[in-house]
């Protein structure tokens, strides 16, 4: 396991899994350790606008995918609905055909 850290001259160094300290990143011990931070620093808002970023698409994706359920169940309300009024309107015209020669055989009684 290799560790990195920051040593006493502001260096990146390595901790080897042997204990040997090395420096990791030879230009590192060139650059003052405000600049280091600096390129931390960047590092971090990138990452921290790619999570805001990742975020932000879940919500989006989250609200469509909740839009598309929404007109999903609409649409199957309104089949629904369709289905009940043809089946009551079957229903009434059988209730008429059935009835019309009930009324001709009292009519002729």
Known sequence: LNV???NRMGCLANRGPQGPVTDAWP???KLP???VQGVV???ENTLNYAV???QSQIANFSGAASQIRDADI???TANLVRAQI???ASIAAMAMANSAPQALLRLLR
């Open 4 to 6: 990195y850290f920051f």
């Open 27 to 29: 230009l590192s011990c």
């Open 33 to 35: 350790l405000g600049s």
């Open 41 to 43: 620093g960047a590092g």
């Open 52 to 54: 805001t970023l990742a």
């Open 74 to 76: 609409a649409a199957e």
């Open 86 to 88: 043809l089946h009551q």
